[in-house]
């Protein structure tokens, strides 16, 4: 079955780091275009960063831009979101999310694109 679990959220003070990993299981991970999500209670899911099968392509959001970095490692069958200067706004559950492409695209940045999501993991940034 495909599985992807997020894993290194956790509570941290404003100006902190965090480290999230998405291992992925029961897929051919390189072939997937992978993303992070994040989604606040009342609030749409909202993309976060993108990558390309390759890793060579990435998307950001404006909001954590010059702060996060999206990466994967195909051999290990994982992504990582590498949090940096972390805010209280930055408060969400994040979820990774996978999917085949089906055009040309290095990578999509709505949910809908996806069909794949893992569980989520809480990130909480205090003041």
């Known amino acids: 079955q495909v599985r992807l679990v997020e894993s290194g959220g956790g509570l941290v003070q404003a100006g902190g780091s965090l480290r999230l990993s998405c291992a992925a299981s029961?897929?051919?991970?390189?072939?997937?275009?992978m993303a992070w999500f994040r989604q606040t209670p009342g609030k749409e899911r909202e993309s976060v960063a993108a990558?390309?099968?390759?890793?060579?392509?990435?998307y950001y959001a404006d909001s954590v831009k010059g702060r996060f970095t999206i990466s994967r490692d195909n051999a290990k069958n994982a992504m990582f979101l590498q949090m940096n200067t972390l805010k209280p706004e930055d408060t969400a559950v994040y979820y990774c999310?996978?999917?085949?492409?089906?055009?040309?695209?290095?990578?999509?940045?709505?949910?809908?694109?996806?069909?794949?999501w893992g569980q989520g993991t809480q990130v909480t940034v205090s003041s």
């Open positions: 999310a996978a999917t085949l492409p089906w055009n040309g695209d290095n990578y999509y940045t709505r949910d809908s694109d996806y069909n794949t």
């Open positions: 029961g897929l051919t991970f390189s072939m997937y275009l």
């Open positions: 990558i390309s099968r390759s890793g060579g392509s990435t």
